[in-house]
Each structure stands twice: as C-alpha cells, then as structure tokens.
C-alpha cells in the first residue's frame, strides 16, 4: 500500500509541476455536470453521440432473426393423416432428429419451412404426397454468453424479447471483490463489450442497465455475447484544507460530498472551490467545483472519477504556490511519504 501511495503522489508531484505557471484557480472551467455527463463530454463529440444513437434505433426496429433448430430442442412432428409417424423427439448434439422409416434427418440451422421439406422429403419414398407440421416444444438452443465481473458468468437461454438487463440479473448482476476492507462492485460498464456476429455494438452498459435506456437495452440474440469487464482498482486522493487528507478507493456512488465527509469536514480556513485534476500525467484537466454552492445545495453532488486528484486551497493563488513548493522537488516528496504523518501535518 505505501509502495502505492509513494507511486500516485510521485505522479502528482510530477503533474503539478508542469502547471507551475497557472496561478489563477478562477480559470479553470466549473465542473458541475455528473460522473456519466463528464466522461460522456469527453469521450464522444455530438456527432458521433448522434450517430451511435440512431444505429441503436436502427438495430431496434430490425425484425428479430427467424428461429433455427439447435442442438437440445424439442421438436414436435406430425404428418398428416398418418398419426402413426407423429413423434416428439430431441434434436441430438449432431443436429439429427429420428423418425420411423426414413431414421435420421439432419435439421440444425434450417428454419422451420426449412425443416418441414426435409422431412416430406425423407418421407416420399414411403408416403405418396407426404404433409409434415413441426413445431417447437421445448427450445433450449437460443443461447448467449456472458462473462466476466458478473455473479454467474455462462450460456443463458433467452427469450423472443429478453434484453441486455435481463441478462445482467439473470447472471447474478455485478459479482462483488473485498479489498482493503472494502466490498467493492467489480463491473466496469465502461469498458464492457457487446459482440453480436464478430460485430462491437456501441452500447452503454449504464444507460441499459442503470437507467433502462430502451435503445441501449438492446433485445438479445442467439449467438450474442457480452463481456462485462472487471473494474481495477483506482484511488481518488484527497489532499488541502480539509480535516484528513487521504486516499479513498473509488467507486461509482463517490461524491465530492462523501469524501469530505469521510475526511472529517472542511477546515475553516478552505476557499470557497476545489480544484480536481483529471485525466492523469499524460493529459491532466483540471475544473473547479464550487463546494459552497454544494453544501448550501444550490449546486449538484460532484461525483468523482477513478484517478481523480481533489485540492481544497486556503485560496486562489497563495496556497497554490505553497502546495507546488511542498510537493517538489520529487525527491523531497519521497520523503514525504516515508513518514506520511509528518505530511498531513504541513499542510
């Protein structure tokens, strides 16, 4: 853990630096949009948001695929005026059904229609005219696959209107891990893939399984396959005019709100916003949050992201030059860190 710690504040350390000409915390862009809102923003212009959304609605209307026969199906075969032949067999792993006279017939893939004439088929070499109905008893070859951060990965069997959040809980819905004395929810909705004939569909898991969007529940087909991904592990840190600085596992229901509250308040001396750095070294943005329009309730509950830096200065300028001398150079912040008690008694 303090191999961790010495391995994020290095980063911040390194982070800040770069910034050292930015003095003025007002220029930063207020942050007051939710966690889905802001990585939305991010990720994808309005175009491309408009484009997923009406490929969504274009794949919602499309007819659902006729059934086919599969392995572990129950067909039920009458043929007319001959009850004698009329039979209710499986379909074997190899795709064949058994009839009296013509024995086997291979009927995995064909469609109903399909299946009918290869019955009639079989049969005209013993019946003049032969008609032949089929129908499904049992079908248990409808089946996708999911896998993954979820309770119970496997092959499920769907129905003609199940959808992607009825596969979610009929999996167990997000499997859970301990860590650091914390339970933690391990799906990734993110980052989860939905695989649909060797085709990535731009589906949000959030917005289907969460909120119950109608385009992103997209209905299920035979062959499907979701890949719910396992959520790592991510730090939110804490440091400036509050009570504890500290660094919290994050997860999804984290708001600025909860983690000044589990750092015991706000001290009297912080300034009226936070500044939180997102986005890591590699491309840090940074936004300012109003905390007293938050405590007042004037402005929403900012939730945090995974890697997400929160500052709480005394004020605009001054403290952010002492916060940028305290951290470098990096060298001193590794000593820091090897007493980490002396450290959050400086600032």
């Keep these: ?16 630096t ?5 003095s003025d915390f007002l220029n930063y862009p207020e942050l007051i949009e939710t966690n889905m809102a802001v990585v939305e923003k991010n990720a994808l212009t ?44 499986p379909v074997t792993p190899d795709g064949y059904i058994g009839m009296t006279f013509v024995g086997q017939i291979h009927v995995a893939g064909c469609t109903l229609p399909e299946a009918v004439k290869r019955v009639e088929q079989a049969l005209e070499a013993y019946i003049r005219s032969p008609v032949v109905g089929i129908a499904p ?8 696959t999911i896998a993954g951060a979820v309770g119970r990965p496997g092959m ?36 989860s893939v939905f695989v649909r004939n060797n085709d990535i569909l731009d589906v949000d898991f959030s917005a289907a ?32 005019e509050v009570i504890k600085p500290h660094q919290r596992i994050w997860n999804k229901s984290l708001g600025l709100l909860e983690l000044f509250s589990a750092a015991g308040g706000l001290k009297e001396s912080y ?19 109003d905390i007293e329009g938050m405590l007042l309730g004037h402005k929403p509950n900012v939730m945090t992201l995974p890697g997400d830096i929160v500052f709480v200065p ?24 090897v007493t980490p008690a002396m450290f959050w008694t400086r600032f």
């Design 18 to 22: 770069s910034c050292m000409k930015t």
């Design 46 to 89: 309005r175009e491309e948001r408009e484009a997923r959304l009406q490929r969504l609605k274009q794949l919602a209307g499309q007819p659902a695929p006729p059934y086919t026969i599969g392995a572990g199906d129950i067909l039920t075969v009458k043929v007319y005026d001959h009850s004698d032949l009329d039979v209710t067999t």
């Design 271 to 289: 300034w009226k916003y936070a500044i939180i750095i997102r986005g890591g070294i590699a491309n840090p943005v940074f936004y300012r949050v």
């Design 209 to 240: 399984i969460e909120s119950g969007d109608r385009w992103n529940n997209i209905r299920l087909q035979k062959g499907d396959y979701v890949y719910v991904a396992v959520r790592s592990e991510s730090m939110v840190t804490l440091l400036g």
């Design 314 to 337: 005394k004020d605009a300028i001054d403290e952010y030059n002492i916060f940028i001398r305290k951290l470098m150079p990096t060298g001193q912040l590794f000593n820091l860190f």
């Design 1 to 16: 853990m303090r191999k961790l710690i010495l391995m994020i504040f290095a980063g911040v350390g390194l982070l800040l």
């Design 156 to 191: 499920y069997e769907i129905s003609s209107d199940m959808r992607l959040s009825d596969l979610f809980a009929m999996a167990g819905g997000s499997s859970t891990r301990l860590f650091d004395g914390q339970v933690l929810d391990a799906a990734d909705f993110q980052n």
């Design 137 to 144: 008893s049992v079908i248990r070859s409808q089946k996708v």
